[in-house]
């Protein structure tokens, strides 16, 4: 039985078959169809024009602009943050196929995969546990504190919310279901202290909300503390194994649920849990929370999947907005068009939909603002332009600012915002751009050389093309007839060589598999070559064209280096020799022509 990364390889094309790549890719990424192949721009770089490539036919994906390259397995390992066992287990759930045992799998990959298995059994048990607990006569506190929020039935059951009640249930009631204190501990649900036997609930005595990712897996939780205290009013169970703050957003689950059932165009991003369920539960359910935390590289890669429209919706107070921008930048490094959302002074999202309505919140997000304009508002407040010095460095900031927009027309308008705000003219805050710009203009760095273009890139592409999609006339071809120079060729030359050897069907989708990475992307250009573009042609004699050009090449070689041997040869019996393959070569190439 062949075997590809540790599964049967009939497994895995049942497995692309029943996932097709469009299908799969399209989930995430908008595409329009081109001929054959489907186009989008890249979810793993920032583009602005369509360079991500979908081969439907041959079910491969390749970027033009930063050469990632793959198939649906591949895709969903990138996109998803998974290995490879665990994408393939996302495509097997996603297509319904039973998923059979892996041999790829080491001892400690299998040990690794129970340890993540086991966390996140006991996570799934103490999110059940905290849900009774909620509905228990004892927890009289957390139910008055949701109705005083405005928490029904609904927001109780959307967001699984539950109730820790004393400090020691919960390790009994793990310990009773027959995880070990170790497991409790890595799961982050009980701790311990130092030279101390006893073990406790770490977030004890506090509302629990669940922390889901996108697969609707319990990862962690969040608690609040019901009364006043000397301790953290919000409060997360550590990093673990299965949960890190850095790529995780709450109600990421809810979200995906609404992108796949309605869709949306824009995503709310806010400080807290506790913002967002009121937020959802005033209508508002494109959002979500970065936990407290300053917004990551990794948070807004996987907000990419889902839109392309950002709204920061901190706290109203000027400190919450000031860092706001820094969420800003790095959503904007990751190509997010992102806007944000100014409220009340002293206000969180919160306090705007219970004090003042949805509506209010609605006219909030209808007037958020653009980075630079928001950059120039924070600026605005920072520096006292009534004073001298106040006036100078307000308007040095604030041509920073603005060299940083690429479009003519809106530095425009915002040199006409700074005037109004200082008093200065038009021309001369231009002169002051103009000036900043010429100091601060980079210095272009030498392109590098280009690297040499092989002659018969075109005809060997095509032959391969013809050999990987088993067209008729490539039967009884003789690989050895033609010299493919690149490792690459040569590398899906043996791989053919291979099949036929076992007289196998050949099978595009075993090569994406077997083929080092190195040569991936030369695969799809291969794959990608739309021969229906040559209908004109008898694609037969397209390729023994093309065949011819490769052994013409191949011999014009051979004559170049004959003649260097027979210029440098001083026997006279081995210049004769030379010069009877030199001819019988040069005859060929006659022929050739």
Not at 109 to 126: A, G, H, M, P, Y
Not at 407 to 416: D, P
Not at 466 to 494: K, M, Q, W, Y
Not at 529 to 535: N, P, Q, T, V, Y
Request: charged share 30%.
């Amino acid at each position: 039985m062949k075997m590809a990364r540790g599964y049967d390889t009939r497994f895995l094309e049942e497995l692309k078959s029943k996932n097709d790549i469009v299908d799969v890719i399209s989930r995430y990424v908008p595409l329009e169809q081109k001929g054959k192949n489907f186009w989008g721009r890249c979810p793993f770089h920032h583009e602005k024009t369509a360079s991500f490539c979908i081969n439907s036919l041959d079910q491969f994906y390749h970027c033009f602009g930063c050469g990632t390259s793959g198939d649906v397995i591949t895709f969903v390992q990138q996109i998803e943050s998974l290995d490879f066992p665990d994408a393939v287990k996302f495509l097997a759930e996603r297509a319904h196929i039973p998923l059979p045992e892996s041999s790829f799998e080491t001892d400690k990959i299998r040990e690794n995969k129970r340890k993540k298995e086991r966390l996140l059994s006991v996570l799934t048990d103490t999110a059940r546990f905290y849900a009774a607990n909620l509905k228990s006569v004892k927890a009289g506190k957390h139910q008055e504190y949701l109705r005083s929020r405005g928490y029904d039935h609904a927001a109780v059951v959307k967001f699984g919310l539950g109730a820790s009640l004393t400090f020691h249930e919960l390790p009994s009631y793990l310990e009773q279901k027959g995880y070990s204190l170790e497991e409790m501990k890595e799961a982050g649900v009980v701790d311990q202290k130092e030279g101390n036997k006893r073990k406790y609930d770490s977030l004890g005595g506090r509302l629990i909300v669940p922390i889901i990712n996108q697969f609707n897996q319990v990862v962690a939780f969040g608690g609040r503390l019901l009364e006043k205290s000397d301790f953290a009013k919000y409060k997360n169970t550590r990093e673990t194994a299965v949960f890190n703050k850095s790529n995780t957003l709450f109600n990421i689950n809810n979200l995906k649920k609404l992108k796949n059932e309605t869709g949306f165009s824009e995503v709310i991003i806010v400080e807290g849990y506790m913002d967002t369920i009121s937020l959802v539960m005033a209508g508002f359910e494109n959002v979500v929370a970065s936990m407290g935390t300053s917004l990551t590289k990794d948070q807004a890669r996987i907000l990419k999947r889902y839109t392309d429209n950002v709204l920061i919706s901190y706290d109203g107070d000027f400190a919450g907005q000031k860092a706001a921008i820094r969420g800003l930048e790095i959503l904007k490094d990751e190509g997010l068009n992102v806007k944000v959302v100014s409220l009340p002074d002293g206000m969180d999202p919160d306090d705007v939909v219970k004090k003042l309505g949805a509506p209010a919140y609605r006219k909030c997000l209808d007037e958020a603002k653009p980075l630079i304009d928001f950059k120039l508002e924070i600026l605005k407040r920072t520096f006292d332009v009534s004073t001298s010095e106040g006036k100078r460095r307000y308007v040095s900031k604030a041509m920073e600012v603005i060299r940083g927009s690429e479009s003519a027309a809106e530095q425009e308008e915002l040199l006409k915002q700074v005037r109004a705000e200082t008093g200065i003219s038009y021309e001369s805050l231009k002169r002051e751009l103009e000036n900043a710009s010429e100091q601060k203009a980079p210095v272009k760095a030498p392109e590098p050389a280009a690297p040499p273009v092989e002659r018969n890139l075109a005809a060997a592409r095509y032959v391969l093309n013809c050999l990987l999609t088993n067209l008729p006339f490539t039967r009884g071809f003789d690989l050895d007839s033609v010299g493919f120079r690149l490792p690459a060729h040569r590398a899906i030359a043996e791989f053919i060589r291979g099949e036929r050897f076992k007289n196998e069907l050949i099978k595009p989708t075993l090569l994406m598999d077997e083929i080092d990475e190195a040569y991936k992307v030369e695969l799809f250009q291969i794959l990608s070559l739309d021969l229906e573009e040559r209908s004109t042609y008898d694609k037969e004699r397209y390729f023994k064209d093309c065949v011819r050009t490769m052994v013409k090449a191949r011999v014009e070689e051979e004559i170049a280096s004959l003649t260097k041997l027979y210029e440098q040869e001083t026997d006279l019996g081995e210049r004769k020799a030379l010069a009877f393959r030199l001819q019988e070569k040069l005859a060929e190439n006659n022929r050739l022509n």
